[in-house]
């Protein structure tokens, strides 16, 4: 009998329900499991009591400090997160959310692109290898 592996836990910080519930169903239907955090308070208590594979964060969340505070005090609490964060952005243009992605070295994911480039973003986070079923396609 083959051991299952272990489904990838990812936490998803986002505020909006309509995008939370994409976020959700997109990550049960690759093999994830996804836990909802609505603002950093609960994400840091989450992620101190539990361990993550990685992280969506919406930069837009009405409910966060800026990235350049979000990102060091999640790392801090898990440091292997540390390259695990994929943000979700609406169209970057401002230059403090850009210097922010640049400084951290974070993927992001525009928000209109969710759907179509959220999994091949997150198999390259967390180094997902192709099951025989992907390889066959």
């Known amino acids: 009998m083959d051991a299952q592996p272990q489904p990838r836990k990812i936490l998803i910080i986002e505020d909006e329900p309509a995008i939370r519930n994409v976020l959700f169903v997109l990550l049960a239907g690759g093999g994830c499991e996804g836990h909802v955090a609505y603002d950093i308070r609960q ?25 350049d505070e979000i990102i060091p005090a999640i790392t801090k609490v898990r440091p292997s997160l540390l390259g695990r964060v994929l943000v979700i952005t609406g169209e970057v243009t401002d230059p403090e959310t850009l210097a922010t992605l640049e400084r951290y070295t974070l993927p ?29 396609s």
């Open 43 to 67: 994400a840091l208590g989450m992620i101190r009591n539990d361990s993550f594979d990685a992280v969506l964060l919406d930069l837009r969340s009405t409910n966060l400090p800026p990235a």
């Open 108 to 136: 992001h994911v525009p928000r209109n692109k969710i759907v179509s480039d959220l999994w091949n973003s997150l198999r390259t986070l967390l180094a997902f290898t192709p099951s025989r079923a992907d390889s066959a």
